[in-house]
Every structure is written in structure tokens, then in C-alpha cells.
């Protein structure tokens, strides 16, 4: 750093600003590029036609001297382009104020491009001026940013190093904007709900607890938008959708972080079956969409994203796949004692519900490789969602699997006022029970419900697991730009 803040002060020495303004930029990376190829070939028709003078700027990124001739890499948002320095061009003072220069660096050039006898596409360099100098070294050449942890904190280092990185982040974006591009053209909405709510609600999940000062009143990040959106079509706007974060005070894993990226979406007249057909028909556009293609792997399982995607009930995915009948084993205490029976840790202070889901995440949901819908889930474990008319047991509920993560949840949502109030209280009592992630009760929604709601489709998609999935990443932290991680003191 020192060296740096040498040559720094050289620069400035000479009267020239190493941080100046701006910069007039005719030519990306990749423009530049195109442009020469597209000169190559009308040449095939005029051979004489002349090389246009452009301006290209970038990240210095390597730079290699052969005495009075130079070749540096620079690196834009588009990619990289070679330049070609010479003194006998340049003139000596300008050629030696190269020395002036680091890798991290960035640096504006202007000249004509040519192709080098190795073939690969240049600039030769006329002038070139400091845009902004960069005080610490970027990582070692060859081998990048490895440092796991490092990568995380520092994640502009890990965008400057590996382009594996940009690449998995771009597709990120990608996603995100032809869901986008999906939904609107179906004739959703995307609205805004809060982030900051006197109630939170919507999810089986402990919150962020903030204070407000000015209302002096307890608020919370909020962990689903579900409720609010409901609100909404109540208000009369039948579709809607909104893509935002949600918060959950919970614990981290590769498949969960505490600040996550969901979408929402509901659709009047609308049920779980139909939340089906669009969840498996928006992922499999995304994946076309961004990849090319709905064939992809994930950790080494080949996985095919077009619909349609299998419909599997949850009493018979166990009896499938862990040759457990629920029927059995209809209270908490039974099905406790199966389940440590066969060496899992549970306890039936957890519920009868939450066992059930236990036993799902240990024997069903790893199996679950190819794009499965897991239907019709017991009463005990949503809340949210509408009864099956054959078997109020059960609600219209699914949560679709792919190569064996959970990427989401969706219902026919409940719209009786007078049984979400019982499920409301039910939820209460499980909360003085000592569940501290039982939903509380929610009046104010229950209020707008009681001014009736249409038949409803919900679905919440998770869009970090659905980047984990098209970009082969098995630790959601690689597809979070900032992932959350404890501060060092």
C-alpha cells in the first residue's frame, strides 16, 4: 500500500487527477470485440477500410512488460479486452508513466483495434489516463480468491477473481427478471408490501424484533408477505405477485439464510392445482429462458425441469419411501416413538404436525430428485390453507421438490374467516404451549377476510434454492451476494 500511495503521489505530482470525474467511453469490452469481428468481415468485401479510433476502459488485470512494448489486460462488465502499449507510439515520458500503473488499477484507453499474430483482438493504445487507482492489491493471479470465508465478506474481490462467480450472479438476475417477464404476462401485478409490520405472520417462523421510536410500539421484519397480498385481492386486484425479502430469526445452514429472497404470488379463482401448472411451467421458462435448456445437473443428479412434474401425496411418499403408514400412528406420542424407533431425534413435545414434517425432511425429501409436487398435507401443518372437501384432515397444499430441496410452498388458500379465526386460536395455544414459531393472531387480517375473499391460488417460491438448483451451487451463501455472517470484532 505504501508503493501505491507513492506512485499516487507521483501522479499527482505531474498535475494529473488519478480519480477524475468521468470519462468519455465509446466502447464496452464486448462492443469492442463485436465491432472488430464485424470490420474482419466487411473487409472480406473492401480490404482497405480503416480501423475506427475508440475509447475503452476496465480494471487492469495483468500487465506484462518486453522493455519499450507492453500487454495488459483490462476487465469491464462485459469481459476482458488486451491492450498493446509501445513507446515509439506513446512517446517515452507517457510509455514511462506506465510504471505508475498496478493491477487493480483502472485505466482509460483510446486507439484502433488489430488482431495480434497470436489472433486474439487488441487495442493499440494512442493514450491513456488513470481512472482511479487502486490502493491494495487484487488477489494472486493464478489461483483467485479461495478463502471461503473471505470470498463472502469481501465479495467485490471475489467478483473481481472468479468469473465462475459473476457468471452464477448474472444468471441470479437473469431469473429474477423472466419471472418477472412470466407473471406479467399473465396478467399479474407486482405490488409492494411491508418489510416493517406491527404483526408478522404468514409462516411458521421466529421474527426480527425492532422498536419503533416515533410510534413507540414493538414491530417486525417481516417473514412472509402472504397476509398482506391476501389483503389485496380482498381490495380487488386478482393477481398479484411480489418478489422481496423475507427475515427469519433462524438458524444458518447451506440451505438457509436468516434475510432470503421469495416470491409471491396469488391469483383469484384460482387453486392448487392451478398454483401447480404455473410454478412447474414458470421454473421450466426460466431455466430456457436463462440456460437454454430444462435439462441441468445438481451435485451429480440429472435433472429434467420440463412439465409436467409428478403429483405425489404425502401419506403415500412415506409409505414409499419410508414404509411408514401416518394412519398408524395418529398421535404425537406414537409417532414420536416410531421415529426414534428407527434412530431419528424426536420429541413429541414437537407436535404430531411437526413430526410428520420431520419424517419428510429425513426419508422422503432427499429421494425427491426429479420435479415432484408433494400434495395434500395434514391440517395440523397449515394453517393457511383451505380444507380438502373429501378429507378435511387434509388441505390443498403442495410443495414442490427438485434434486432434493424444498423450493417452496403453495395452497388453496383458506378464505373462511370463522375457521382461520380457529386456526388462529389453535396457533395461540400451541404459542403458550412454549412454540415460539406458532403464527399469532392477526386481527386486522381477519377483519379483511371477513369482508369476504374469492377462491384463491397461493404460491411462495423460493428464488435462492431455484438459483442454487440452475447454477449447481450446494450452499445458498454462493448465490447471496452478502450472505449473512458474524461480524468480527
Partial sequence: MDARLA????????GEDPYPPRYQRTHTAAQALELFQELEAARQQDPELPSPTISVAGRLVSSRSMGKASFAHILDGSGKLQLYLRIDRLGEDKYRNLDDFDLGDFIGATGKLFRTRSGEITLEVDSFSMLAKALHPLPEKWHGLVDTEKRYRQRYLDLISNEEVRRVFQVRSGVISSIRRFLDQR????????????MYGGAFARPFVTHHHSLDQRMYLRIATELYLKRLV??????VYEIGKDFRNEGLSIKHNPEF????????????????????????????????????????????LAPPWQRLPLAQSLRDYADLDLTRYPDAESLADVLV??????DEALGWGKLVDLAISTWVEPKLIQPTFLIDY?????????????DPSLVERF???????????????????????????????????????????????LLALEHGMPPTGGLGLGIDRLVML???????????????LRTIE
Fill in 187 to 198: 396478467g399479474f401485478m407486482e405490488v409492494e408490501t411491508p418489510v416493517l409490520q406491527p
Fill in 261 to 304: 429472497t421469495v416470491l409471491e404470488a396469488y391469483q383469484a379463482y384460482g387453486d392448487y392445482q392451478e398454483m401447480m401448472t404455473l410454478t412447474e411451467d414458470l421454473v421450466s421458462n426460466a431455466a430456457l429462458e436463462v440456460l437454454g435448456t430444462t435439462g441441468l445437473t445438481f451435485q451429480g443428479h440429472e435433472v429434467d
Fill in 341 to 346: 424407533a428407527r434412530g431419528v431425534a424426536a
Fill in 234 to 239: 380482498i381490495g380487488g386486484f386478482e393477481r
Fill in 399 to 445: 410443495e414442490p421438490f427438485i434434486a432434493g430441496m424444498e423450493m417452496g410452498n403453495a395452497f388453496s388458500e383458506l378464505n373462511d374467516p370463522l375457521d382461520q379465526r380457529a386456526r388462529f386460536e389453535e396457533q395461540v395455544q400451541a404459542r403458550a404451549a412454549g412454540d415460539d414459531e406458532a403464527q399469532p393472531m392477526d386481527l386486522d387480517f
Fill in 7 to 14: 506512485k499516487l503521489e507521483r501522479i499527482r505530482a505531474r
Fill in 470 to 484: 440452475l447454477t449447481d451451487k450446494s450452499s445458498i451463501r454462493e448465490v447471496i451476494l452478502f450472505p449473512q
Fill in 378 to 390: 395434514p391440517l395440523e401443518l397449515s394453517p393457511l390453507a383451505k380444507r380438502k372437501p373429501d
